[in-house]
């Protein structure tokens, strides 16, 4: 079934919106990376919303599963594509603009600048 959306910005957010798609999409822009590592990047996430974010991400073409070894436990390790390399610029820009806000606003603080998405712009 064709999915319908009213403009590109419905269908970008539909790829990239939640809490944890964008950074993990930054995490991963750093270098591949197990789970293990993003678990520990992100230690408030939950390993069933990990998987699960995780699997659309590379549903829709974001982010490539690469798993390695002949017998359990095998190396899962996950990586951007192009595709998801290409989301870099908006990435940034969001970032920015929050930046922006939150430093006109009393009681909201960034302990993270744009840097992170900085390198999905690299390569």
Known sequence: MKQTFNNGV???LKVISGKW??????????????TCDLRQ?????????LTQQLRELERDGIIDRQIT??????KVT?????????LG???????????HRASE???VE???????????LEN
């Open 78 to 86: 996950y990586s951007l594509t192009p595709l998801g390399r290409s």
């Open 41 to 49: 990047a992100l230690p408030d996430i939950s390993q069933k919303v």
């Open 110 to 120: 960034i302990t993270n600048d744009h840097g992170g998405f900085s390198r999905l």
């Open 89 to 99: 610029q908006i990435l940034v820009q969001m970032s920015i603009w929050g930046e």
């Open 21 to 34: 798609k964008p950074q993990l999409l930054c995490h991963l822009g750093n270098r591949p990376q197990r």
């Open 10 to 12: 419905e269908a970008t």
């Open 69 to 74: 070894g002949e017998q359990a436990p095998f």
């Open 105 to 107: 606003l009393p009681d």
